[in-house]
């Protein structure tokens, strides 16, 4: 006698092999779907942070470090590796032609120019140029040589009688202890140098904390570095200030500098009856202007950094409420 088995009871249709796959499978798949695209939130959000923040203050940085080194050059002016670099040059005309006024009363006066500026015959050294900086002076004797120096009498005793006619040595040494001072640019390089040294310092911080954030690895942390803030308010706004002091400081030199160049070079020119021909110095007036340029690039560039970063914040707490 067998025994009979009863059937399983059939409560459904048998479940499909590829089914409980998927099923087992699919929650891990969306869950890691979850967690790149929250990566890829994070990311962006960090990168949105670090345009305004970290990748400024090197862009800052490099804008300063520039305008510094453009006023040293400028305060190196006229010495022997720089000689190309003066704010006047003057040099008597070879063939002077000068043009009779009816504003001249004393027409002979002009005919005494032109005799004291004619080439002496007993003239072995010829002052062919003068140029002049802010702490030196260059002098372009015959043949072709220069002397550049802070105190050029010894080279003025030297020059035989008849090669300065007109004392364009003291003119112009009159004109570099009298009307160019460069006490301004000085000025602007130490605030310029001060608000660097904030800068690097803001630097160092986001770095360390950028290391610290990627060693620790966590969700946590990444969220963390997405809303710490290693360009704050406490390093931006005294940089603010102090590259809106060197603009203001570096603009009113490039402007005095400029003035003073031109008005100089316009006297003398009058004053000689055109028998001495000058001109300012371009390059040195480039330097000038780009340098206050660049002060002012940084003081725009620190106030956007300040504008963007309040911007940030109050987008991020207007979102996590």
Not at 86 to 104: D, I
Not at 165 to 174: A, D, F, G, K
Not at 196 to 209: M, N, P, Q, Y
């Amino acid at each position: 006698m067998t025994a009979s088995i009863p059937a399983a009871e059939n409560d459904g249709p048998a479940p499909n092999t590829a089914e409980i796959i998927s099923d087992t499978r699919d929650p891990p798949r969306r869950s890691r779907l979850a967690r790149i695209k929250s990566k890829l939130k994070l990311r962006r959000r960090f990168t949105a942070a670090d345009l305004t923040s970290f990748q400024w203050t090197h862009i800052l940085f490099l804008l300063n470090i520039t305008a510094i080194t453009l006023w040293s050059l400028l305060l190196a002016s006229c010495t022997p590796s720089l000689r190309s670099i003066a704010l006047l040059t003057l040099s008597y005309k070879p063939s002077p032609t000068p043009s009779p006024s009816p504003l001249q009363s004393n027409p002979d006066l002009v005919a005494t120019f032109l005799s004291l500026t004619s080439t002496p015959a007993n003239a072995t050294v010829r002052l062919r140029a003068i140029a002049v900086g802010f702490t030196s002076t260059c002098l372009h004797l015959a043949p072709d040589a220069w002397t550049c120096g802070p105190d050029l009498s010894a080279v003025a005793a030297d020059l035989a009688a008849g090669s300065d006619p007109l004392n364009l040595l003291w003119v112009v040494e009159q004109y570099r202890t009298g009307i160019a001072w460069y006490g301004l640019i000085i000025v602007a390089m130490v605030l310029t140098g001060i608000a660097t040294v904030l800068l690097a310092l803001g630097i160092l911080r986001s770095e360390d904390e950028a290391g610290d954030a990627s060693e620790n690895g966590s969700r946590a942390s990444s969220s963390a570095r997405s809303v710490k803030r290693p360009w704050s308010e406490a390093f931006a706004r005294p940089i603010f200030a102090l590259m809106g002091l060197a603009f203001l400081v570096s603009f009113i030199s490039a402007v005095w500098q400029h003035m003073a160049s031109a008005a100089t070079l316009t006297l003398v020119t009058a004053l000689t009856y055109d028998t001495v021909e000058g001109s300012v110095g371009g390059t040195a007036m480039a330097f000038a202007w780009v340098g206050a340029l660049l002060a002012l690039s940084s003081v725009l560039g620190t106030l956007l950094s300040i504008v963007s970063r309040r911007i940030i914040d109050d987008y991020e707490r207007s979102r996590d409420d």
